[in-house]
């Protein structure tokens, strides 16, 4: 099975949506399952896992009403505060949907020292029991508290989207690989090979300049813990669907077929549950 494991939908709007700038108006409309299916089909992809965008409880139902009725999306990546006295009381709640496999906050805007808060550890400390995951979407300057905080937890399953955004654009490698070199020794993290055209520049990427880092988080994790993952439709500021996939896949061509196969589906399968 191929999995797409890091796509969004929406219904824009300009004030819910405002990270969506000027910059980006491309993707300035609504992105529903009716305009990725046919990606996926071209493509050869089973199945995707969509993640929140937006963090609300409405999204969430937004998203689950879309999985129950389009079965290719396997899985829901939604929203909970992490921090709220009530923490119990909405993993109860999504316990109780077979297609909410996990959670995320957008932690790439807040301080790094949110993930070292007492109330924020609380609510990471109880997802285990109930058999969720958590993406953790964060900038290179929050590697340290993450490392930290994953080592806290050591039978949390985490993700890390989007390799931590290293700074593409700017050439910036090494302090970054030192850092997710660290983290990858915790077995219970793993990586998105996703969203990496997004840190590059937009219009002069390429794909030669995209493959040191991917070489080190590909030496760092293996891969038994990388998966792929479009983040369409954001992606689409810089790369086409068949590009982002074509990425991944010219980059992997090498490997054993088994190896392939493990990036492009068994390890997200594995790890959302689907």
């Known amino acids: 099975m191929k999995i797409d494991a890091h796509q969004h939908f929406w219904q824009y709007n ?4 405002a990270w969506i700038d000027d910059s980006m108006q491309v993707i300035q409309r609504d992105f529903l399952p009716a305009d990725l299916k046919p990606l996926l089909d071209k493509e050869g992809i089973d199945g995707s896992v969509v993640v929140q965008a937006d963090e609300s409880f409405e999204e969430n139902t937004f998203l689950l009403d879309l999985a129950s009725q389009n079965p290719w999306i396997k899985k829901v990546v939604g929203w909970v505060d992490l921090s709220s006295e009530n923490i119990l009381m909405d993993l109860e709640k999504y316990a109780q949907e077979p297609n909410m496999t996990g959670f995320r906050m957008i932690l790439q805007g807040q301080p790094p020292e949110l993930m070292a808060a007492p109330s ?3 609510g990471i400390s109880h997802l285990q029991k109930f058999g969720f995951t958590y993406d953790i979407l964060i900038f290179p300057h929050h590697l340290d508290e993450a490392t930290d ?3 806290q937890f050591p039978q949390q399953p985490f993700v890390i989207d989007h390799l931590a955004k ?6 910036k490698i090494d302090e970054w690989a030192t850092k997710m070199n660290r983290l990858a020794k915790r077995e219970n993290v793993f990586c998105k090979v996703s969203g990496m055209v997004t840190e590059a520049d937009w219009s002069n990427w390429t794909k ?11 030496e760092a994790f293996g891969t038994k813990r990388l998966m792929f993952g479009s983040d369409w439709p954001v992606a689409q500021v810089a790369a086409d669907y068949p590009l982002n996939v074509t990425i991944v896949e010219n980059y992997i061509h090498q490997l054993s077929q088994h190896e392939q196969a493990d990036i492009m589906g068994n390890t997200a399968a594995g790890f959302y549950g689907i």
């Open 14 to 17: 300009a004030d819910k949506h």
């Open 120 to 122: 924020f550890r609380n």
């Open 149 to 151: 905080l994953v080592t």
């Open 166 to 171: 290293p700074y593409i654009k700017d050439g």
């Open 208 to 218: 030669e300049g995209l493959k040191p880092y991917m070489d080190v988080v590909f």
